[in-house]
């Protein structure tokens, strides 16, 4: 995602057993704006729900729409729940994403970007990790289900033993950590929990040959049920567990029939071979 697109402008059900001692939790309970904060207004554009259960983010011509958490956290499970745009949603983004704070440069971030599509296309989901100012591992999936008529949990799990992307609990992808190999893996930034409603049509959509369509304006998502439990130093259990056999053979199901983009198998981007991390097991 661009620089100022961030500025302006997911999530982790636990496939995994047990939990371990925790520092901070953020529990769906209460009100939403207990957690997460409105800080991207965008003129009004930006809004919780009287009852306090709802963010609402808005896009129109004008301005998008964000929010982030009132927390940071270091290594954590996160989930949000996330009803995107319906109909025609092409050119929009919409997104839920860990980003540490200060220079552009040197960031940490776990992306996850919901690209807008045309009236009865597919939602893809792009994700992204960056370690350090560096992403390039790029990996995209359509959605198996409408994600526009109800909401659906969208969940990162970051540890010290690999990032998990899930969808309703499903795991769709798994970086692990091989720093002791010498690939980058975020490990020493703290992070915050962000979304954002933006436009991006010169590439969210059949890489911006299709543009938002305006005369449908305003574009709305939505993001209710925001839980989040940091780890404490010398946590034992989820944050120590590789997935198990169930949990693997669903990312395999996800990866086989629903994938349609992965930098590990982009050989006109890597004429030389694949990035080390992607046939380290």
Sequence with gaps: MAVGSKMEACCVLAV?????????TA???????????????????????PDGQVISLSLDR??????????????????????????????????????????????????????????????TLHTNIYTNGTGHKEQQFHLWFDPTTDFHTYSIVWTSLH????????????LKNHADRGVAYPSSQPMRLYGSLWNADDWATQGGRVKTDWSVAPFVAQYRNFTATASSPGGYGYYDQE?????????RWARDNYMVYNYC?????????????????
């Design 16 to 24: 995994l057993v047990g939990l371990c001692t925790v520092a901070r």
């Design 27 to 49: 529990s769906a309970e209460g009100r939403i704006d207990d957690h997460l904060e409105v800080n991207w207004v965008g003129g009004g554009r930006g809004s919780v729900s």
């Design 243 to 251: 997935m198990d056999a169930a949990a693997q053979q669903n990312m």
């Design 163 to 174: 990032i998990l992307v899930l969808v309703d609990g499903t795991p769709i992808r798994e």
């Design 265 to 281: 198998a982009d050989s006109r981007r890597f004429p030389d071979g694949s990035p080390p991390e992607c046939y380290m097991p």
């Design 62 to 123: 004008d301005s998008g729409s964000g929010f982030r958490s009132k927390d940071t956290y270091m290594y954590a499970r996160t989930d949000l729940q996330i009803k995107l745009i319906p109909n025609n949603s092409a050119g929009t983004v919409t997104t839920c994403y860990f980003m540490s704070e200060g220079s552009w440069g040197n960031h940490d971030e776990i992306d996850l970007e919901f690209l807008g599509n045309l009236s009865g296309q597919p939602y």
